[in-house]
């Protein structure tokens, strides 16, 4: 089974809004890191966040991990049209290079 | 850095055929990733190489998949002999584990379609 769990599945929000999309995973973990997928493209890493550290910016984006519940969260601020795309968490499986990546959240920014 | 190159970008073949995918990761990268991705299954990693040796091919569906890393900056994924179900989009990526990084740069990925 997938480790790493994202929700909603689909977001659809106005631009300048800001969208909040999670993800929660089962068992321990050394890192987790979000991506995004533009329609047609690859993956993009966006940021990651170790397992000891419980909140991470980077520009717009903000990711915060919480342990103790399994989850993280990544929020984008102001989103923009461009913003669009799907978003992806990976999840370190045995603390190794191998990552396993959930199902992923559909962002939608309406002009 | 070009970043990850896969070739080619679109595939179209019978079923029955032989399918050859290519990657070349990003020059110094030690590790190697194969994913497929598909709007049922999501991204479902097949098979990942470490320094050119293979080290979880697990999720390779059947035999009819194999997987090589002849050298440093070139991968391939085979599919023999193709079936529909095959039809998916193939994505290579690498990583470096020089200074603790762990981020995986995916490829443009390969769209093949089996009929």
């Known amino acids: 089974s997938q480790q790493g769990e994202e929700d909603p599945q689909a977001l659809s929000i106005q631009e300048g809004e800001n969208a909040t999309m999670n993800c929660s995973y089962k068992?321990?973990?050394?890192?987790l890191q979000w991506y995004r997928q533009n329609s047609g493209r690859g993956l993009v890493h966006l940021i990651l966040i170790r397992s000891n550290e419980r909140e991470k910016h980077s520009g717009r984006l903000r990711v915060t991990l919480d342990t103790s519940k399994k989850s993280s969260s990544l929020l984008i601020t102001a989103s923009r049209a461009a913003d669009t795309a799907s978003y992806f968490c990976?999840?370190?499986?045995?603390?190794?290079?191998?990552?396993?990546f959930g199902p992923g959240t559909r962002l939608s920014v309406l002009p | 850095d070009a970043g990850v190159i896969q070739s080619p970008r679109h595939e179209v073949t019978e079923m029955g055929q032989e399918v050859t995918l290519r990657c070349k990761p990003i020059s110094g990268h030690d590790y190697l990733f194969w994913y497929r991705q598909t709007m049922m299954r999501g991204l479902e990693l097949l098979i990942y190489?470490?320094?050119?040796?293979?080290?979880?091919d697990s999720g390779m569906p059947e035999d009819r998949f194999s997987a090589k890393m002849p050298n440093a900056s070139f991968s391939t994924l085979k599919i023999q002999p193709s079936e529909p179900r095959d039809s998916a989009v193939y994505f290579c990526a690498s990583s470096g584990t020089r200074g603790g990084i762990y981020e995986q740069y995916f490829g443009p990925g390969t769209r093949l379609t089996v009929t």
């Open positions: 990976a999840t370190d499986v045995d603390y190794g290079q191998n990552f396993v």
């Open positions: 068992t321990s973990i050394n890192n």
């Open positions: 190489f470490n320094n050119n040796v293979p080290i979880d």
